[in-house]
C-alpha cells in the first residue's frame, strides 16, 4: 500500500535552517509530481510547494519562495523539503504529498520555529 513517512522536523531558531525528508513506498515514486503542504495551528493547509518527476521542474508558493527548495532523490524514493532563514510564521506541521491539495499525505512532520 502507500505509504509517505515524513521526518526531520524540530525545533529551530529564526534564521536557521531545517531539512526535511520523505521516505515513500507502495508506488512508482519517480513517476509522480510530488508535494509539500503545511498546516498551522488553527489554520487552512497551506500548500508549500511541488516538484515534477525528473526533479526539474519545481514551484513554490509565495511564503516560502526563496527560502526553501525541494529536491527529490528518485533512486531512494525520497523528497526533501530544504528550509533556510526559517521565520517563527513557518511553525506548522509539514506533510508531503502526493496530491496539490495535500490530501493524500503522510502523517506530518512538526516543524517549530522559535528562540
Known amino acids: 500500500q502507500v505509504q509517505l513517512v515524513e521526518s526531520g522536523g524540530g525545533l529551530v531558531q529564526p534564521g536557521g535552517s531545517l531539512r526535511l525528508s520523505c521516505v515513500v513506498s507502495?508506488?512508482?515514486?519517480?513517476?509522480?509530481?510530488m508535494y509539500w503542504v503545511r498546516q498551522a495551528p488553527g489554520k487552512d493547509l497551506e500548500w508549500v510547494g511541488g516538484?515534477?518527476?525528473?526533479?526539474?521542474?519545481?514551484y513554490y508558493g509565495a511564503s516560502v519562495k526563496g527560502r526553501f527548495t525541494i529536491s527529490r532523490d528518485n533512486t531512494e524514493n525520497t523528497l526533501y523539503l530544504h528550509m533556510t532563514n526559517v521565520r517563527p510564521e513557518d511553525t506548522a506541521l509539514y506533510f508531503c504529498?502526493?496530491?496539490?491539495?495535500?490530501?493524500?499525505r503522510g502523517q506530518g512532520t512538526q516543524v517549530t520555529v522559535s528562540s
Open positions: 504529498a502526493r496530491d496539490h491539495a495535500g490530501t493524500d
Open positions: 507502495g508506488f512508482t515514486f519517480s513517476t509522480w509530481w
Open positions: 516538484i515534477g518527476p525528473s526533479g526539474e521542474d519545481k
